[in-house]
């Protein structure tokens, strides 16, 4: 599993911990451009969100994917971790959806949801920088999806 990544000498204030999911059928990615009321509204990125007091990355998965997109899913395994520009740790899961299960966007946190190939969310131009970063690793092998 990759370190938490940050500029050489630069010492990054932790301000919140939060999760990220990371779904797939087949070679396809789920991903959901973020509500416009919300930080970094309109990007697209992965599912995930903040981890509440008390609970483990694993059930805050779960609750986000859940909460977004009324998806219930299985945490596999945590890949990566990183640091978000604004200083969130973030612990990002595989998980299991259904294939069955009709995906319902919360209209607040989520204003679209897309299957994508990892090329066409790498090369997305509305990309939440932090994700780029997430597929840059798996391109290259060091994070590893399976």
């Known amino acids: 599993m990759a370190e938490i990544p940050h500029a050489p000498g ?53 609750r986000e994917c859940l909460e977004e997109l009324a998806a219930p899913v299985r945490p596999v395994q945590r890949v990566w971790r990183s640091v978000t520009a604004w200083g969130t740790a973030l612990a990002w899961w595989t998980v299991e959806l259904e294939e069955a299960v009709t995906l319902v966007p919360d209209p607040v946190e989520v204003d679209e949801i897309f299957w994508l ?30």
Do not use: K, Y
């Open 10 to 62: 630069v010492e990054r204030v932790l301000r919140g911990h939060g999760v990220v999911a990371i779904a797939r059928r087949g070679e396809h990615f789920l991903a959901i451009r973020r509500g416009p009321t919300l930080r970094a509204g309109g990007q697209v990125c992965f599912p995930g969100g903040h981890i509440e007091a008390g609970e483990a990355d694993h059930e805050a998965v779960v």
């Open 117 to 146: 190939t990892l090329e066409q969310l790498a090369s997305h131009p509305d990309l939440l920088e932090g994700n780029r970063e997430f597929l840059s690793g798996v391109r290259s092998g060091a994070i590893r999806l399976e």
